[in-house]
């Protein structure tokens, strides 16, 4: 079967760096998005990564292994308005996304 | 970026009553678009994917006669939740991805559905 894995919660300082790491087994591979969701909103895009390797983009990074089946994303300076879900999802070969569970990030001053 | 319009933000209904959900690419077609149901605290659950001018295509355990989509042209797909049950309250989040937008769905601002 398909399988996203992230941590369900994680805390963090205001200021400071954050690594959330994804795991995923899927039926092939065509990407890997981080979405950021507010409550009661929907997600927005992150990122978007297909080749193994470190996509930098401000304060967010996102690193791609595929041999491993995995990802992580990284916020950096952290501050309060990234108290969001982290959302993980990869595109399998039909062009779905196949979506992990979120992770809560909460960031304390 | 591209731009995804869903309406209404927020609705009221009152059980056994129909609510329609509009779902429109704004500045690009949308050749597939999915419908999204997510419950509190808990990650998005594929609803149906549509491919403009085709039948969607249901995930398992969605009922398709409760929860009627409808994608008849490139920028526009509706989601009508049929005879609505208070278990139907939710939020519902609809994504589209264009031939040339590929790599990033684009999300709608989602709609939340209360049934009274």
């Known amino acids: 079967g398909q399988n996203i894995d992230q941590p369900t919660e994680m805390t963090a300082t205001e200021g400071a760096i954050v690594q959330i790491n994804c795991t995923y087994q899927t039926s092939g591979f065509n990407g890997l998005f981080w979405y950021q969701q507010h409550a009661g909103e929907a997600p927005t895009f992150l990122s978007y990564n297909v080749l193994d390797g470190l996509e930098e983009k401000g304060r967010f990074s996102s690193f791609l292994s595929r041999s491993k089946g995995y990802s992580y994303l990284l916020l950096k300076e952290l501050q309060m308005k990234d108290s969001a879900s982290y959302l993980c999802?990869?595109?399998?070969?039909?062009?779905?996304?196949?979506w992990g569970a979120g992770t809560k990030l909460i960031i304390k001053p | 970026g591209a731009v995804v319009s869903q309406h209404p933000s927020r609705v009221i209904c009152k059980s056994g009553t129909s609510v329609k959900i509009e779902c429109r690419s704004l500045d690009f077609q949308a050749t597939t678009m999915f419908w999204y149901r997510q419950f509190p605290k808990k990650s998005l659950m594929l609803m149906a994917t549509?491919?403009?001018?085709?039948?969607?295509?249901?995930e398992q355990g969605v009922e398709k006669d409760k929860f009627l989509i409808n994608h008849a042209s490139l920028t526009l797909s509706t989601l009508t939740v049929t005879s609505a049950h208070p278990e139907d309250s939710s939020f519902y989040i609809c994504s589209a991805m264009g031939a040339a937008t590929v790599t990033e769905a684009f999300f709608g601002q989602g709609t939340r559905l209360t049934v009274v």
């Open positions: 549509s491919n403009e001018g085709s039948k969607a295509t249901y």
């Open positions: 999802a990869v595109m399998d070969s039909n062009y779905q996304l196949i």
